[in-house]
């Protein structure tokens, strides 16, 4: 056989086909008692129905957590959690909170160095300049 | 062309379904079957499997000597409760009607984005491999070998159709980088599905449903581990590989890449089965290829219930829209040969090297760009730091420009089906990789 064959495996570009929303679940844990839960419990009544409905590829699991402040944790497809303590919080900043966790990636949060925040797998089309294409330089004078 | 119905044939999809269908029951009378609903409580349900089974049971081998000797025998006195709960253990893979009520199920069908005309219940039976539910009405496989034939009919058609000049071996490896089961498993990461730890009737529908090599409850539960829990294959007879070709017997015979497109799968692999030809039927999977299977399963519910068009939009939208550089699948041997070989089969005139530039020639970094050229056509181009190394860089990337020509407007032959379709202009079919 003259040639052979690198076995590989196509790697997925999230939102060239299709987009899947990277937070797959979220935990709201509130306590029926305490002061610092108030907001996480008018929020659990007035917004989270609307909220789960416009998110429908989010599960929600809702859990009392007696005695402790009021948390929202999410679930990640990368197999990640990140939690958000809302205590004190009014319910309308505990959504803004339930989005942050919503639009995360789930990765670690990382400096993004060189300011290239896109990547790309495709080539450029210029290709990469070489030293040795192109005009030569005009020869030194004198 | 016109777009066939298929509704007629997917009945067993779309219908409910009996439990159990053991594959010899199916030749008992009809009185012994009973019919549920897809609206049957998890309780009614779980009861009229039990009764099925244990009238089966009665009808094939006598009472009790039969068949697991852990099938629950459910005490009268016990509370309801407890009652339900033994009656969702006893059965293989979770009821029909608790796909309803899985908020991980319902969030998956929203997450594939899914119309609500795909139901969720054949959402959940993608998520049943057969080892976890033996049962071919209630798990995965016969909608795993139809999403199967789809996914390498789209993928072939569009490999062949980019790059109608890519060598066999390469189109081989292309395909299963598309659609082969590691890449089918990462698939089922990024769609967010989990595995179970263990399968049974009352686990969350919304996980994969498999049983895994390493399970610790082989011998408890597996529906074939009745007379020898670590037979992985039915008859006793061990898989074969390559149970297609005509010397399968012959282990050191030589495999030819023609040979491969005839009688191995559609990566040209060797298909495992029995001597009969037929699939082997094992006790346990392993993760890539219960994730496989549902990623193949779910292209077979698409099609089933929503049709060619959404299943080709599907396809291209989880499949191909994938990151692939086909130009780093190769790996040559001898290149400059092959070039020559490939001149000399086009009437080219044959192949010389040229240097094009250089710097360095007498320091310890000398790099020099090498040009291979046929008559006066530049056919490639590479740097090396020595003239040998350039010459063959030059060479694959002549042998890699003619390989991965690709068409400007590319067409698949699927895309002609439909009303108002352009008619079908034919494309490049290419004589092959040069022989040497």
Redo the contacts between chains.
Sequence with gaps: MTLKALQAASTSRNGVGAFILQCKRLDFHYCDWAGSSQGMNLFLQHNLARFAASHPSIEIHVSPRPHRHPVIRGHFINGTQHSICVRNLEKGQVLQKAEILRDMSGEKARKVKGGRAVGSLNEGTRGVWSPFHGAKPPSFQG | MKALRLLRWSGSVLSPRTRPCLVHLLQQPLSNRRFLSAAASPLQQAIQYQDQEHDAEEDLWGSSQAHKGDDPVIPEDMPQSLQQEARLRALPSPPLSAAKSS??L??L?????FSPRLPIETLARCLVDATADSNPDFNNTSLAILGRDLYSFYTSEAILCRYPRL?T??V???M???I?P??LT??T????VELVAEPGGEVDPGYLQCRREDSMLIRKHSPDSDTDPTSAVEEGQPPIAGANRPNAEQKSWRRG?SSMTVYDDEFGDLVKGSARGGRSKAATTTVEDACARFVQAVMGAVYLHRGKNAAKLFF??????????VG???????PT??LSRLCAREGFESPVARI??E?GRATRHP?F?VGVFAGREKLGEG?GSSLNEARIRAAVGALKGWYLYSPLEVRVPSDVEGANARPWKPVLVDIG????
């Design positions: 908020a991980k319902a969030a069908h929203a997450r594939l984005s060598p071996a390469v081989f490896a292309a299963a980088a598309y082969g590691k890449t990462q698939i990461k990024e769609w967010g890449v291209k939208e989880h499949i191909l829209s994938r990151h692939l550089n780093k699948m190769f790996e040559f041997k001898q040969r092959d094009l530039s710097t790099v760009v740097a990789e040069i022989i040497v």
